[in-house]
């Protein structure tokens, strides 16, 4: 089975703090993701990358931005980090063909104060 | 507006019993479909996909797809307690399924 590991697995941050959550994985996928999940809004995508040093904005990428230094892994940044930003965040990965399954991680749980 | 819209949003059956999900896009784009499952504190899962209308069949699952209406259907077979978990559909357009769109999900909850 495909490994997609996430650290850490939950963090406290403050207003206006840098998070920066990390996502590893061993599938030698070429596409990996951020989602984050808010009940009520299912899993929704905030930046994607299909190339190590190269990055895609998905649909609520303002306020956060990404980093894809290899293709093992993707990191997902926030700068001023806002109470709004308190959810959970799924990393995935997927084949380069398209229509490919995605292969979630087991999240970060990211809580702002 | 939520593209991807599903129903109901919660579901309750009885073990072995039949439970039916539901789901439909208001994109006409978006032409392929998943099923995706989540386990409490875990990452979604995926269960199936389904790209032609009509039937598809895995195991206890059936997935449905109607592309003129949009609209595509879940059903478990014998739920076990196991099958309780959150059910999210995700659809894309074609050639683009590295840009999936997600409903807001429906809880499922088998009673043994």
């Known amino acids: 089975e495909a490994a997609v590991t996430q650290s850490p697995r939950s963090k406290v941050a403050v207003t206006g703090g840098k998070v920066t959550l990390s996502c590893h994985q061993t599938?030698?996928?070429?596409?990996m993701y951020w989602y984050r999940q808010d009940t009520g809004h299912g899993l929704r995508l905030i930046h994607y990358?299909?190339?190590?040093?190269?990055?895609e904005k998905g649909d609520i990428p303002d306020g956060y931005k990404a980093s894809r230094p290899s293709q093992e892994n993707f990191s997902l940044i926030l700068e001023l980090a806002s109470l709004s930003q308190t959810a959970v965040y799924f990393c995935?990965?997927?084949?380069?063909?398209?229509?490919?399954?995605?292969?979630f991680g087991h999240g970060t749980k990211l809580s702002v104060l | 507006q939520q593209k991807v819209q599903q129903s109901p949003e919660s579901l309750s059956v009885p073990e072995g019993g039949m439970a039916s999900l539901n789901c439909t896009s208001s994109d006409r784009n978006f032409q392929y479909f998943w099923w995706y499952r989540q386990h409490s504190g875990e990452g979604p899962k995926a269960l199936m996909?389904?790209?032609?209308?009509g039937d598809k069949k895995e195991g206890r699952f059936t997935a449905h797809l109607n592309k003129a209406s949009l609209h595509v259907s879940l059903h478990i077979r014998d739920s076990q307690p196991s099958d309780s978990a959150l059910y999210f559909c995700?659809?894309?357009?074609?050639?683009?399924?590295?840009?999936?769109?997600f409903g807001t999900g429906t809880s499922l909850l088998v009673d043994p």
């Open positions: 990358s299909y190339v190590a040093d190269s990055t």
């Open positions: 996909s389904i790209f032609s209308d």
């Open positions: 599938n030698n996928h070429d596409y």
């Open positions: 995935a990965s997927s084949d380069a063909y398209s229509n490919e399954r995605l292969f």
């Open positions: 995700a659809a894309s357009e074609q050639g683009m399924g590295y840009k999936l769109t």
